[in-house]
């Protein structure tokens, strides 16, 4: 299950610490390790120890919640987080809103970017402002029928299993006309549901003349986790996301990980 080893994206700002409440949350819930790291560029002595203030900023805020604290070089944040995902066997990356985004919404800004079309590691976002509850109340998979979702309805659902919270299917109809086929697609994503985990999932299509407008239609609980799975284009073990996803992540109210393809 996602985030037995999480790796937080720390910047010294608003988005950086709600990065860092989710990933204690996360492993609060799941028993798993906690990296913070913070990424600073090559030759850049003064951002180095810059670098270390913010990771000494960053335990302070923590506490007592155990942690490793690494400052990691690289020419890019997103590229840094990605590499270093890899190099210590993490299982997602978690980052916050960029800055100067709408309160409430995911502002993707360019680590954001690279880790949503590069990423070997799953990536969680978390909106600005967000505070994560005790305990996470349902995973919501955006549903859309092809292999990378098919894979991920079965591993979602045993998350759901492991978590002990109930899971929803959910998939948009953008006014295509094509209503009966998506019914069909998601009744089928039920029945592998139940079949991978003997989870009775629940299902609905939010209806809208755009992706904002039908994920406004949806009912989002305040402990709800958004999962999407990564394109078709993505290569194998990597998250990638098309214009439609990068949409719904922009409109979700709650944190959205995305996978990789042939995540496992």
């Known amino acids: 299950m996602i985030g037995e080893h999480v790796v937080v994206g720390y910047t010294h700002d608003s988005g950086g610490r709600e990065a860092l409440a989710m990933g204690a949350a996360i492993t609060r819930v799941t028993g798993g390790e906690l990296t913070v790291a913070t990424v600073y560029p090559p030759k850049s002595p003064g951002l180095a120890v ?51 985004g709408q309160h409430g919404r995911i502002s993707v800004g360019s680590t954001a970017d690279h880790l949503l079309h590069l990423s070997p590691e799953a990536v969680m976002l978390v909106p600005d402002g967000y505070e994560p509850p005790e305990d996470p109340e349902r995973l919501t ?15 979602v659902a045993q998350a759901a299993l492991r978590l002990g919270v109930p899971l929803r299917l959910v998939t948009l109809d953008l ?53 999407c799975a990564a394109s078709e284009d993505a290569q194998a073990h990597r998250v ?18 995305v996978l990789p393809r042939g995540y496992a």
């Open 240 to 257: 990638f996301v098309g214009e439609a996803a990068v949409k719904v992540v922009r409109a979700s109210t709650c944190p959205v990980t």
């Open 50 to 100: 810059e670098a270390q203030a913010n990771l000494a900023h960053a335990a302070m805020r923590l506490g007592d919640v155990p942690a490793e604290y690494l400052a990691f070089e690289s020419r890019g944040a997103g590229r840094g987080l990605g590499v270093l995902s890899s190099r210590i066997r993490a299982d997602l990356v978690v980052i916050g809103s960029a800055a100067g």
């Open 141 to 155: 998979l955006m549903y859309v029928r092809r292999p990378q979702a098919d894979e991920a309805v079965e591993r």
């Open 175 to 227: 006014r295509t006309g094509e209503d009966d086929r998506l019914r069909d697609d998601l009744a089928l994503a039920v029945r592998l549901a139940w079949e991978s985990s003997g989870l009775e999932a629940e299902a609905e299509i939010a209806e809208g003349f755009d992706v904002p407008a039908a994920m406004q239609a949806i009912e989002w609980l305040p402990g709800e986790l958004l999962v």
